[in-house]
């Protein structure tokens, strides 16, 4: 029996679920014994068995750890060895974790190092976990800087000498499949999302409208069964040509039926528009990307529609909820890097 002495709760109870863990209780059982999650007891397994069953690894466990062992200069080095990605350091994928530093300064520094003493490192020195951002091999950041510097700002002054109104176009699938977001629920008991299994998709369109003279945003939406075609290019920018009756300036990618329609207006009615097109591979440029975002991952996450009909309902309301916030779209334009 380990004496407590003057120890804390938190180490008295590590020390008392260490020594149930070594006498062959369950989890659940020291879990309920001490009032901790079954986590937490999970953790101090595995601390007992990374220590050869040593019970002061538990103790060990709080406090300022084995990070203190390590200078200023080593840890800045830490820090240059994380920011140059995992796989610099061999790893297989370009993922850290907390074993993985943990290894890493063993190997650097020669001295043993636990896991959640690189843990407590990495918080002090400004990092956390982050899910990372996917971008194409063809993307060419310098191309997307030169475009938000130069590009949108020459788009600006030409509608404000034209007094005509911008707008900056892109499309989205939505599916029946519910995206996940995180959610409270009881540990160990996940919230149950009952999904229909039906891959039915519709294609959500919508553009950022912008009246520079005014500065003033719109976030229009509209959403219809399957893929866009170059016929609905063509039909919903008829529209937006009827709703404003004079040449708009219209930003989008280089979707092949974009291409096209834009093809057939200069054909048909060139001076409808002004087509610009983003740098390939460059969505980030588009405000409209974090509207999707917004829609999909926030307003709709853990939203289970059980029918094409109730997921357009949802779909328009939620876009609504975005065009009645201008300083939301706003933002999606700072986070674009495109100064309005």
Not at 221 to 242: K, P
Request: proline content about 4%; some cysteine.
């Amino acid at each position: 029996m380990t004496k407590h002495g003057s120890l804390s709760i938190q180490e008295i109870k590590r020390l008392q679920g260490g020594e149930m863990i070594l006498n062959g209780l369950d989890n659940d059982e020291i879990a309920l014994a001490l009032d901790v999650s079954q986590s937490s007891v999970r953790n101090w397994r595995r601390t007992l068995k990374a220590h050869n069953d040593d019970l002061h690894s538990l103790v060990r466990q709080n406090g300022s750890g084995s990070s203190s062992k390590l200078t200023d200069e080593q840890k800045q080095q830490v820090q240059t060895i994380i920011r140059a990605g995992a796989l610099a350091s061999g790893f297989s994928e370009e993922r850290w974790t907390s074993k993985r530093v943990a290894e890493v300064i063993r190997r650097t520094f020669n001295m043993e190092f636990s896991i959640s003493s690189a843990r407590r490192l990495l918080h002090s020195l400004g990092l956390s976990p982050q899910m990372p951002v996917v971008k194409s091999h063809k993307h060419d950041e310098k191309e997307v800087i030169r475009w938000a510097r130069y590009q949108w700002t020459r788009i600006k002054k030409k509608a404000q000498r034209l007094k005509i109104p911008i707008i900056l176009w892109d499309e989205s699938g939505f599916m029946l499949s519910p995206i996940r977001g995180t959610t409270w629920a009881p540990i160990g008991k996940p919230t149950v999302l009952h999904e229909t299994y039906s891959r039915h998709s519709q294609t959500g369109l919508g553009f950022i409208s912008l009246t520079p003279v005014r500065r003033k945003v719109n976030f229009r939406f509209t959403i219809f069964e399957g893929a866009i075609t170059t016929l609905d290019v063509i039909f919903y920018l008829t529209m937006v040509h009827h709703y404003y009756g004079k040449p708009v300036i219209v930003i989008w990618d280089r979707l092949s039926s974009h291409l096209s329609a834009r093809k057939y207006f200069e054909r048909e009615h060139p001076h409808w528009f002004f087509f610009e097109e983003l740098p390939s591979y460059s969505p980030e440029l588009n405000p409209v990307e974090q509207c999707w975002h917004q829609m999909k991952h926030v307003l709709m996450a853990n939203f289970v529609p059980k029918t094409a009909s109730e997921l357009a309902a949802r779909a328009i309301e939620q876009a609504q909820v975005i065009n009645n916030d201008p300083k939301l779209i706003e933002a999606f334009f700072k986070h674009a890097k495109l100064k309005l």
